[in-house]
């Protein structure tokens, strides 16, 4: 299921940063008596109650500021507000209710948005002061004390929020399919592939309204199996566009990727790889999600009969970091070896739910520390005990030692090597666990 998205919004140096960074438990935001300071949206994971959800930190917002930066903040703002499933409004009880506030607020109701009221800086504990009460004329219902420096009314600000998201309708679904995420940056042809998938192999096709306004879940059923392709769409690069449309895309991106079983990375042949593309395949493999990079607009590239060769060889140098990831170059324009997508998705969605018997896992074990001896540090060598696998999606092996502190990160590379030498895991990370005995 995706994880609801809440926008922490309101005018400059009211406390957002500091909010954002109590909320999420990490100090993420950068807290400074400026305004300004926060320009572009944060975002991080959160949970309450067992319920997870997305917070993303917002700019300042300036409604009527002629500043190109504070202009490009509000648009930063306004592009959260418009995906998020509930906005927190935050305004500050010392300087009470400003044009600003009531400009912003207008702003927030016009959006059709639901809105909870933050009164941060409510510091004492106790009966709060009577200018809290000024608030209720923002017309946006009770508003909720806060400190965002002490968290005090955090959690009454929490369950306003999750009392908002209308959860009954963010419906998973069934186990059978497999839950394929479509990124990259915009106009790599994200949605030109799906649409072709959904054209070509039309046995059932549906398109269901997604979490949010711009994405969208088409399922597909065909001879190789169910699908359902979350789409990152409605974000384009366009003439002279700020580059802040083009980073919120990396937002969707990451949404995206923590619902999906499989992370295609779509990549423009004409552009090649860019630190964008390194940002989102680093997310999808921070997640332990199976991938597949495809290489878009193939069709349009001049080659010759060494070309394919040379640009895989980039990639790999490129996407070092995922040494696993399986290479397909494909045209959604044409369907030049599109077909050849559903068996790859098939397949690392299987690796990456291998699951290796704890006996042959000890033979390989056996094997491999026998070929390479383990390092040893000041006379004390290290010994591994066994290795046993604890989880899938990705395989999570944990290897019992005695000494973590010997275990150096190049021999665990070297027994992830011999693991994928000896098990087909291509297009899936690994995960290696150490512990001492006795943990």
């Not at 909010?19 to 008596?33: A, C, P, Y």
């Not at 409510?122 to 009460?133: M, R």
């Not at 392709?229 to 002279?240: N, S």
Request: aromatic share 8%.
């Amino acid at each position: 299921m995706s994880k609801p998205l809440i926008a922490v919004v309101g005018r400059p140096n009211v406390g957002k940063s500091t909010l954002f960074n109590k909320l999420t438990g990490q100090r993420l935001s950068i807290v400074e008596d400026t305004p300004g300071v926060t320009r572009d949206r944060i975002y991080a994971p959160g949970e309450w109650c067992g319920r997870e959800f997305m917070l993303v930190d917002t700019g300042g917002i300036e409604p009527k500021a002629d500043d190109l930066l504070l202009s490009k903040m509000r648009m930063q703002a306004q592009i959260a507000i418009d995906s998020a499933d509930v906005i927190l409004f935050v305004v500050d009880l010392k300087s009470g209710v400003t044009a600003n506030d009531a400009e912003i607020a207008h702003l927030l109701q016009k959006s059709g948005k639901p809105v909870v009221l933050c009164v941060n800086k409510c510091d004492s504990l106790g009966t709060v002061p009577p200018e809290f009460y000024e608030f209720y004329n923002l017309g946006l219902g009770d508003p909720y004390p806060v400190s965002s420096v002490h968290g005090h009314g955090t959690g009454d600000l929490l369950d306003a929020c999750m009392e908002k998201i209308d959860w009954e309708n963010r419906q998973d679904y069934p186990e059978e399919y497999t839950k394929v995420a479509v990124i990259g940056k915009p106009n790599v042809g994200k949605s030109s592939l799906i649409n072709y998938l959904a054209g070509e192999e039309r046995v059932i096709v549906s398109d269901i309204a997604g979490t949010t306004r711009d994405a969208t879940d088409t399922v597909i059923e065909n001879e190789f199996g169910k699908y359902i392709f979350i789409d990152t769409a409605g974000i384009r690069r366009k003439a002279k566009v700020e580059d802040a449309i083009e980073r919120y895309s990396v937002l969707r991106s990451y949404m995206a990727v923590d619902r999906c079983d499989v992370a295609v990375i779509l990549i423009d042949a004409l552009e090649g790889f860019t630190e964008q593309d390194s940002k989102i395949a680093g997310y999808a493999h921070e997640q332990g999600k199976a991938c597949i990079v495809c290489v878009n607009k193939w069709d349009a590239v001049e080659k010759d009969d060494k070309t394919m060769k040379e640009f895989t060889d980039r990639l790999k140098v490129d996407f070092s970091f995922m040494s696993y990831v399986p290479f397909l170059f494909i045209s959604a324009k044409t369907g030049q070896r599109v077909d050849k997508l559903f068996p790859l998705i098939n397949q690392v969605a299987a690796n990456a739910c291998l699951r290796i018997t704890t006996g042959r896992l000890n033979d390989l074990l056996g094997y491999a520390t026998a070929r390479v001896q383990p390092p040893s540090d000041k006379g004390k060598r290290l010994k591994i005990y066994y290795m046993t696998q604890a989880a899938i999606k990705p395989p999570t092996f944990v290897c019992f030692c005695n000494s973590a502190e010997l275990f150096h990160f190049s021999y665990q590379r070297y027994l992830e090597n011999q693991i994928r030498e000896t098990y087909d895991l291509t297009g899936t990370p690994i995960r290696l666990l150490i512990r001492e005995r006795g943990e």
